[in-house]
């Protein structure tokens, strides 16, 4: 009887163990099996001088292979940017702009951020910043520090939060105290609807 209480004991004490620390590796991975996707978000801008948030949605889509990212803002005007491989388009009230990201290191470190998380591609976030994992699974956060001031800008931080395998909000904090979270939720289903274009 003492045994068996001893072991039910165990039992429970292991039951209440907190779940083991998630690995970057291992997110990555996870992550990484993604080879497209396609999500919905919603943006609010905290700017000094302002009293209330600026507000934008729209979507976002992204490939693996080749590489591509897409945000497209839909609300309060319409406007997109696109980056594919080194470089970027940026398109606003019929004005399109294009530059290569490796002649904007400022834009190149805040686009690796997004593009490296949502393909997994722990090379590309290690080479821009310094990473702190935190959670389990099921939820984890990723604080993301650049490694050169002088390449990062004006960006302080990128703190990303997941579920499991997917980026749920995206959060920049900049050196002047400005920040912008972006909440994002994924668009599930070969049935969905792609952008607007």
Known sequence: MRTRRGLLALLLA????????????????????HTSGQA???????????????????????TATPPRFERRTLEPRAESMVVEGNTVTLSRGGRTRTLALDAAPEALVAVEAMRGTLTGNVQALQRHF????????????LDLTPLSANAAGQLRFVRIVGLRDEVRSIETQLLD????????EPVRGTGAAAPAR
């Open 14 to 33: 292991g039951c209440s163990l907190p779940a083991l620390a998630l690995e970057l590796n291992e997110l990555m991975t996870l992550l990484g099996r």
């Open 40 to 62: 919905r978000f919603s943006e609010q801008r905290f700017v000094k001088g302002f009293d209330e948030p600026l507000l934008a949605s729209g979507t976002l889509s992204f």
């Open 130 to 141: 310094r990473t702190s994992l935190q959670g389990s699974l099921e939820r984890w956060t």
């Open 177 to 184: 105290g400005d920040r912008t979270v972006i909440t994002i």
